[in-house]
Each structure stands twice: as structure tokens, then as C-alpha cells.
T-cell receptor, first 115, second 113 residues
């Protein structure tokens, strides 16, 4: 079975402090994992992805995520939040089984950055 | 050039009407998708097309019908619109395979009155 759980629906941080957005997944196969960002009234944009290479993945705008198979987690982090990081973030799991691709989106985490 | 484009950006219509949303991608991708995002930002995959064949249909009402005239286009037609269809609809495309990311269009905000 495939699923993804974003543990926080809202996260609020002060500008300049670290960001942690949590994601746990379930997959019966070797999954690929993604983080997307959606700014207000915009489409989704890829931040980073894990595809069975290095477990620590670096993305755009200073974000990174670490794939931990033992914990079935793929948490997104950034050392220092910027006002422009305020957005909705989606964790996504994707695998390929029985001839077709299955993709599941998490329910999203809204990141608020306080000046 | 816009990679994935959708038209229209906004669509306001009355219950019972039929409407279409168009999507085009210029990335040469094999797979295209339609998603529905509700007011709580939940994203639900509705359809995906690979090489002009439907490969996933996520139990959406049959009032919704995807139409793919060629690999670069996947249009969404909706019959007998209902209030609950109000949402933002996103088109996306990707290369075929689980390791490839999706590229999203800007969305179409559908309001049914």
C-alpha cells in the first residue's frame, strides 16, 4: 500500500530560524519521494527529489531532505527561513508496480514565516 | 516559453452547464495528469494519460471526461456542473516512470454558482 503523511498541517517559524517540515511514507516498492512548494495562487514547483541515490538530497532555495528508510521518513529542512518561503509544501511518494505508476500527495503543510 | 499551460485561468459558470479546460505541454513528456485541489488545499489526482491512453482513473464521477487529441494535450471536459465541482484544477506532465517529477500548470479556478 502507498501512503504519505505530513505530520503538521501548519508550521510557524520566525525569519532566520530553521525550518522542519515532517513527512512519513509507506510504499510496498522502492519509492521515489518528492517535495513540492506552492506559493499563493500559483502552481506547484519541485523543490527536490529522492530516487534511490544519495539519501541526503539538496534542492532549490537552500532546502534539503534526508531519506531515512528505517524511519520511513523524508523530512524537509532549511537552516534559515526567509519571508519568501511562506507557502504550502507537499510531500509526494511515487512508485511503479504492476505496470503503472502510482503517485500519492500528502495533505500539505502551510509554512508561515514571521518577520 | 511556458512548459505547461492551461486555459482558462478563471472559469465562472452556473450549475448544469458543460465546460472544458484545456492543457498543453511543450516538454515532450509522455504522461499528463489532471488534479483537483479543494479549498483546504488537498490535491486529488483525477486522471493520468500515457501516450494517449488512460492509465489511471481515480473514481471521479463520469461527468468528468479527459480528452487527449495528441501527446502534448490533455483537455478536461465536465458535464452538468455541480456546486461541489468548484475547485482549482491543475494539469501536470512528466516523463514516464516513478522517478520523474511532475511539471504543473498554473491552475484553473472553477467557480460554479
Amino acid at each position: 500500500a502507498q501512503s504519505v503523511t505530513q505530520l503538521d498541517s501548519h508550521v510557524s517559524v520566525s525569519e532566520g530560524t530553521p525550518v522542519l517540515l515532517r513527512c512519513n511514507y509507506s510504499s510496498s516498492y522502492s519509492p521515489s519521494l518528492f517535495w513540492y512548494v506552492q506559493h499563493p495562487n500559483k502552481g506547484l514547483q519541485l523543490l527536490l527529489k529522492y530516487t534511490s541515490a544519495a539519501t541526503l538530497v539538496k534542492g532549490i532555495n537552500g532546502f534539503e531532505a534526508e531519506f531515512k528508510k528505517s524511519e520511513t521518513s523524508f523530512h524537509l529542512t532549511k537552516p534559515s527561513a526567509h519571508m519568501s518561503d511562506a507557502a504550502e509544501y507537499f510531500c509526494v511518494v511515487s512508485d511503479y508496480a504492476r505496470g503503472y505508476q502510482k503517485v500519492t500527495f500528502g495533505t500539505g503543510t502551510k509554512l508561515q514565516v514571521i518577520p | 516559453d511556458t512548459a505547461v499551460s492551461q486555459t482558462p485561468k478563471y472559469l465562472v459558470t452556473q450549475m448544469g452547464n458543460d465546460k472544458s479546460i484545456k492543457c498543453e505541454q511543450n516538454l515532450g513528456h509522455d504522461t499528463m495528469y489532471w488534479y483537483k485541489q479543494d479549498s483546504k488545499k488537498f490535491l486529488k489526482i483525477m486522471f493520468s494519460y500515457n501516450n494517449k491512453e488512460l492509465i489511471i482513473n481515480e473514481t471521479v464521477p463520469n461527468r468528468f471526461s479527459p480528452k487527449s487529441p495528441d501527446k502534448a494535450h490533455l483537455n478536461l471536459h465536465i458535464n452538468s456542473l455541480e456546486l461541489g465541482d468548484s475547485a482549482v484544477y491543475f494539469c501536470a506532465s512528466s516523463q514516464d516512470g516513478a522517478t520523474y517529477e511532475q511539471y504543473f500548470g498554473p491552475g484553473t479556478r472553477l467557480t460554479v454558482t
